[in-house]
């Protein structure tokens, strides 16, 4: 009944609904389009509905809204937020910026608008790598994740700074964990998202986004896999991979903010035009110069 009347009002609305990965499975199914961060930017971007119902956290409905300004964005849990965004404090990264103008503020677009509006350019897991490799000669702060900027600061050599920000479940992530998992699937292949500690992404066969990962699994011709990210990208994993295998390589991976929304929520949410997101003019101007970077760039 809630799938068939939200796919009613979907229509009657003109609206779009847009998924993350770590979406609960029958958002992931409802949506229009599941991806990730920077594939779910760009259909912002460019889509010509009136409605954009961003399942996600906030900062991702946020970034829709920056990208779409005269579309109503919709985030159907208001109180879905992200715990690595609220670890950039505008305040500390202002500060920072007056004392090293010389720095390239790169940003994760894991943050929220006002942090954007301090960037010089947005990044996320999927193109974080080419973006920095456009400042090859230059002081880069990557701001919030410590891992991530880490990863391309081991990787590429730059001078690379890191703000002391993280993904929780990720962060929790051990070698002992990668050990346990491949003591049990000797066979499998270690996929795992760049916001994992340093000593752990040394230990993987991959390492890239959850599109990134779910490409790799489709194409690749082995048979199992240890997935080091949400585990809300298994859904997508074996709707693309229905004869493959697939592990967690923690219990923990698992965004509790992610998984607030539901079909109720997404119901309620489109039927009332509800939780609509609202981005200051000044700061949306700021933060969509960095956006723009982000596009042009990747």
Same mark, same amino acid.
């Given at each position: ?44 971007? +460019?889509?010509? %509905?009136? &409605? ?7 900062? #991702?409905?946020?970034?829709? =809204?920056? !990208? ?58 999927? +193109?974080?790598? %080419?973006? &920095? ?7 880069? #702060?990557?701001?919030?994740? =410590?891992? !991530? ?61 959850? %599109?990134? &990962? ?85």
């Amino acid at each position: 009944m809630l799938i068939e009347e939200i796919k009613r009002l979907k229509k009657e609305k003109n609206a779009v609904i847009l998924a993350h990965f770590y979406q609960n499975d029958e958002i992931q199914d409802i949506a229009d389009y599941v991806g990730d961060s920077l594939a779910l930017s760009k259909i912002a971007a +460019n889509t010509d %509905k009136d &409605i954009i119902v961003f399942c996600g956290v906030f900062f #991702m409905a946020e970034t829709a =809204k920056l !990208l779409s300004p005269n579309k109503k964005v919709l985030l159907p849990k208001a109180d879905a937020l992200c715990r690595m965004a609220a670890m950039a404090d505008y305040d500390e990264l202002l500060a920072y910026k007056q004392a090293n103008p010389d720095t390239v503020i790169v940003t994760y677009v894991n943050t929220r608008a006002n942090i954007k509006a301090l960037s010089d350019v947005i990044v996320t897991s999927s +193109n974080a790598e %080419k973006i &920095i490799k456009n400042y090859k000669d230059q002081k880069i #702060m990557y701001v919030p994740d =410590k891992n !991530l900027g880490l990863y391309l600061k081991d990787k590429l050599g730059y001078d690379i700074q890191v703000w002391p920000g993280f993904c929780y479940i990720h962060e929790l992530l051990t070698v002992k964990d990668v050990e346990r998992l491949r003591n049990e699937h000797p066979e499998a292949k270690l996929l795992i998202h760049p916001e994992a500690p340093l000593a752990v992404l040394k230990q993987a066969d991959f390492v890239g986004s959850t %599109k990134q &990962i779910l490409d790799y699994a489709t194409n690749d011709p082995s048979q199992k896999y240890i997935i080091g990210t949400d585990k809300g990208i298994i859904h997508a994993l074996k709707k693309a991979n229905p004869n493959k295998e697939f592990h967690l390589l923690s219990r923990g991976l698992n965004c509790i903010n992610m998984k607030k929304i539901t079909l109720e929520d997404l119901y309620i949410s489109l039927r009332d035009e509800v939780h609509e997101i609202t981005v200051d003019e000044e700061i949306r101007k700021k933060a969509i110069i960095a956006l723009d970077k982000m596009m042009e760039l990747s």
